[in-house]
């Protein structure tokens, strides 16, 4: 039996959520004597290859032609299929991304099955068992898998922690034929346009700063900021922020922004309405600052700051600053 991980890639890198489904997926094959094979999809996609190879799956198989140089829902799926396909796979991991849940979806169309989707939790009896939050997080429900194999899983990134990488694994690396023409891709992108950002990419980030209408306006929007740039953590934002245009977005945490689980997230202004809470409420640990004792946001919060941000922002940053020039 055999898993078979998509590995996205990003400007030749492979992603780090990608990596930790790498991981997931080698954990339990070591556990049921399973075998990994781990798709990198991507032009160019070396240096993706040999850093998937690090995380010890026994096979890399690689589909770098020129067709998947810039990314096609089409041609990336037809990959997948292909990959699940020559490795008779009976499960597939796929990090929940933008790019994940749309290849993932596609894919599992080909073989007339569904997703098992967004799964914070796993467990093997015969057959899958996934936890996944439901009604905007509030709570969480078990799903099976069921029917014939195989079972396509996409994993929330930064919940299934990343293996140390091995840089003496050496494991095959074969070239995938994806059996497509340019003329079945029907839409591909053509440019991308990246906005500058001085902290780290959102979605992956173990660290989120996030900021809502409790800064009254953009031109404070900077103290959120200059605290993410301290800690090397991720600017986010409210809802109620980026449709006011005080930031892009791509900065938008939440149900209808990005969904993130780092490790530490920092709530600044932020009253926590559900559609909030329903993108960041699976964080390890949920610092919330508000002079509002009563905001919503303090009932997940761990720990909580009653105070204004106006205040307790530029103290932070400046602690933290201090900190790292200590060690």
Same mark, same amino acid.
């Given at each position: ?8 890639? !990003? ?5 780090? *959520? ?20 781990? $798709? ?10 040999? !850093? ?37 796979? /009976?499960?597939?991991?796929? &990090? ?9 979806? !596609? ?18 009896? #015969? ?23 195989? %079972?396509?899983?996409? $994993?929330?990134? #930064? ?8 840089? &003496? ?24 346009? @990246?906005?500058? *950002? ?11 700063? =996030? ?8 031109? #404070?929007? /900077? ?17 109620? %922020? ?6 892009? /977005? ?25 559609? /909030?809470?329903?993108?960041? =409420? =699976? &964080? ?5 600052? #508000? ?29 933290? @600053? ?6």
């Amino acid at each position: 039996m055999e898993i078979v991980v998509f590995v996205e890639v !990003r400007e030749g890198a492979a992603k780090k *959520s990608s990596l930790e489904a790498v991981s997931e997926a080698r954990r339990w094959a070591d556990q049921q004597g399973w075998k990994v094979a781990a $798709l990198v999809v991507g032009s160019p996609a070396d240096a993706a290859a040999v !850093r998937a190879s690090q995380y010890k799956p026994d096979k890399v198989l690689l589909a770098d032609d020129p067709l998947f140089g810039s990314y096609s829902n089409q041609s990336y799926a037809a990959a997948l299929a292909e990959a699940v396909r020559q490795e008779n796979a /009976h499960t597939v991991f796929v &990090s929940a991304t933008a790019m994940g849940k749309e290849v993932v979806a !596609r894919t599992a169309a080909k073989f007339q099955t569904s997703v098992l989707a967004d799964i914070v939790g796993l467990d093997w009896q #015969n057959g899958w068992t996934a936890r996944r939050p439901v009604y905007s997080g509030k709570a969480y429900a078990e799903v099976q898998s069921k029917g014939d194999s195989p %079972v396509f899983i996409s $994993l929330r990134p #930064n919940v299934f922690s990343a293996a140390q990488p091995d840089e &003496s694994a050496k494991p095959e690396i074969a070239k995938l034929a994806v059996p497509i023409q340019p003329d079945e891709i029907k839409a591909r992108v053509i440019a991308t346009e @990246k906005a500058v *950002s001085e902290t780290v990419e959102l979605s992956e980030a173990e660290i989120v700063v =996030s900021g809502g209408r409790g800064l009254k306006g953009p031109e #404070n929007f /900077h103290l959120v900021g200059d605290l993410a740039k301290a800690l090397g953590a991720a600017m986010g934002a409210s809802r109620a %922020v980026v449709d006011a245009g005080w930031v892009e /977005h791509q900065f938008q945490v939440g149900q209808t922004g990005k969904v993130v689980s780092p490790v530490l997230y920092i709530a600044c202004g932020i009253s926590g309405a559900i559609q /909030h809470l329903a993108g960041m =409420s =699976s &964080s390890k640990y949920i610092v919330a600052i #508000n002079k509002d004792p009563d905001a919503p946001i303090f009932k997940i919060a761990d720990y909580g700051i009653v105070g204004d941000v106006f205040q307790v922002l530029p103290l932070l940053t400046e602690e933290v @600053k201090k900190l790292k020039s200590e060690g």
